[in-house]
């Protein structure tokens, strides 16, 4: 499969002693939006820390872009991959035209400075994360939904072809949440990069993924088209709850209806 | 003063040092009025002027600023490094550490003649060994802790083993020769008195270094203002690169330690001063740090000399006096923003 964003085979990672992956198996397809659901622990978060290099693998092996990890670069593969974080920090004097042009850094020259290329890089991130009317604003004085698009910003400034954010609607009420992922949406229709994203909202997964990974225990236990992984006996069996799917007229996006045991 | 543009910011901050410069060669146990310095140093003073200036005071002063540049320096990197304001070459233990290679070198290669048997220029090495040896024990301890590597909990250790190493350097002057107890306690408190070109220029080429070596890697610098995984997300080698500036930080200390003593806490004020006059995230914050380290070094030495002539203060004492209450009111103000 050379359409492949990334792979996978056989990887173990643990964090402290406590086994995160455990002999996973795994493709993410290029070109989509691809959510990672499943119980807190079961290891999707680690998956996408393992992929883009911020976490190492015991065993097994991880390939991005159909090159293994350690053959990359570090400011290669930032060229190649962007990522946020589950809960990045910079100082709050820090001004969001500040924190969005770090993003750049994969891009820099060793003695040059800011590059026109640059400038317009961070120009268009804060057009697409409508931050542009607050550029000069420190980060520590942003609400939470402004502060996250902010480091939206930064990711996008990268201009890597693909982009993975760990839990990207994490402490966002419903309407910032709804802002933060039509965004994605927006940069995979209409500039075309593959989106990676760590998604607890299994509502938000089925409106907006085109492909979900469920993941159980540190593996792998579906992977394919978000309606056919998305289905009432597979969420049961993997977080242990009653469910429904139902259809609300007028909106495509099945719903998913959760009860208790 | 953040809304000047930079390079006239380190305008200023250059003026400032240079009519401190100028000031504090003037003064001393025959007064000079700073036209007559500047004339001196300019190259049309009296003869007599000219060998006070060149030859007496400037080496002295020289070196005080040299040494504040290498230590504000050091604390910048520390706390960029380390992403934590309160981290100073002082509290992580680093000053104190050259410290004791420093005094255990006068301990150890003097004979019973109270007399060295090697050449007194190899100090600097030991103080360079003694530093790096302590940074790495505060690194090891912190990166050991089962508790996690918190910012506070590397300030702890440093804190911690800067006591031990206090403690190691009395007990040397203790058990040592009375002669050296004697020299190396006004080394320790930190004094610039006997200063040579010969240590202003060894301390001027490992700023030189020091300087090219902070140019190459000002982008890497920046970037770290960013948590480990972010800035590994950019294209940062997080770890490689906060090694090498961590020794980088550690080297400059050593160099300045080992020609002036344990001057302490400019590498906490300096890199704070310059985050309020010049910003820590425009261009030039490390120029600014540094000339703000050799104003501070430079203003302590005179006041240190000409406050209860003849007589001389260290003027490590006078940067402590300033620099522990900032400690202290970081540790409270990060306490409030923690919770």
């Known amino acids: 499969m050379a359409d492949a964003l990334a792979r996978l085979r056989a990887v173990t990672a643990r964090y402290d002693g406590v086994t995160a992956l455990d002999l996973i198996d795994l493709d993410l397809p290029e070109g989509r939006i691809t959510a990672l659901c499943g119980p807190n622990g079961s290891g999707k978060s680690t998956a996408l820390r393992v992929l883009r290099g911020l976490h190492q693998a015991e065993q097994g092996e991880v390939e991005v872009a159909g090159r293994p990890l350690r053959d990359w670069a570090p400011k290669d593969l930032a060229k190649a991959v962007a990522m946020l974080s589950q809960s990045p920090d910079a100082p709050p004097e820090l001004t969001v035209q500040d924190l969005v042009r770090l993003g750049r850094f994969a891009h820099r020259k060793r003695f040059a400075g800011q590059s026109g290329e640059d400038h317009a890089a961070c120009a268009r991130a804060m057009r697409a994360t409508e931050m542009t009317d607050l550029a000069a604003r420190p980060i520590g004085r942003l609400s939470g939904g402004q502060l996250q698009r902010a480091w939206i910003a930064m990711t996008i400034a990268q201009d890597a072809p693909r982009i993975f954010l760990d839990e990207p609607t994490n402490h966002l009420d419903v309407a910032h949440a709804f802002e933060v992922l039509e965004l994605v949406r927006r940069l995979n229709r209409t500039e075309g990069r593959s989106v990676v994203l760590v998604l607890h909202d299994l509502n938000m997964a089925m409106r907006y993924a085109d492909h979900v990974v469920l993941f159980d225990k540190g593996r792998a236990v579906a992977s394919g088209p978000t309606r056919e992984v998305l289905n009432e006996p597979q969420i049961t069996q993997v977080f242990g709850i009653r469910c429904r799917i139902v259809h609300v007229s007028g909106e495509d996006a099945p719903t998913l209806v959760t009860l208790p045991r | ?339």
């Open chain 2, 1 to 339: 003063m953040t809304n000047l543009p930079p390079f006239l910011r380190l305008g200023l901050l250059v003026a400032l040092l240079g009519a401190l410069t100028v000031l504090a060669t003037g003064m001393g146990s025959s007064h000079m009025p700073p036209g007559r310095v500047a004339a001196a140093l300019l190259g049309y003073g009296a003869r007599m002027d000219e060998v006070i200036v060149w030859t007496l005071r400037l080496p002295r002063v020289a070196l005080a600023i040299l040494a504040g540049m290498a230590l504000a320096l050091s604390g910048a990197l520390l706390q960029r490094v380390t992403r934590n304001p309160i981290a100073a070459p002082s509290i992580l233990g680093i000053t104190d550490g050259a410290a004791v290679g420093a005094v255990g070198f006068l301990w150890a290669f003097s004979d019973d003649a109270n007399l060295l048997v090697v050449s007194i220029h190899w100090q600097p090495l030991a103080a360079i060994t003694g530093a790096f040896a302590f940074a790495g024990l505060v690194t090891i301890l912190a990166f050991l802790d089962p508790g996690g590597r918190g910012p506070l909990r590397v300030i702890l250790y440093g804190v911690a083993l800067a006591a031990l190493a206090k403690a190691a350097v009395t007990l040397l002057m203790i058990v040592g020769p009375v002669y050296r107890a004697g020299q190396a306690l006004t080394w320790l408190t930190g004094s610039i008195a006997a200063a040579h070109w010969s240590d202003v220029f060894v301390v001027a080429a490992g700023l030189a270094i020091s300087a090219v070596l902070l140019l190459v890697a000002r982008s890497t610098i920046r970037q770290l203002v960013l948590d480990t995984d972010s800035a590994a997300a950019t294209g940062v080698p997080v770890g490689r690169a906060q090694v090498a500036l961590l020794a980088l930080a550690v080297g400059l200390t050593a160099l300045a330690v080992s020609q002036v003593g344990a001057i302490g806490f400019v590498g906490l004020v300096a890199p704070h001063v310059a985050r309020l006059f010049h910003g820590a995230f425009a261009g030039g914050y490390l120029a600014a740090t540094a000339l703000i380290g050799g104003v501070i070094v430079l203003a302590a030495d005179t006041v240190a000399r000409m406050i209860a002539a003849p007589l001389e203060l260290p003027a490590g004492a006078l940067t402590a006096l300033l620099g522990a209450p900032l400690f202290l009111w970081l540790l409270l103000k990060g306490r409030r923003t923690h919770g």
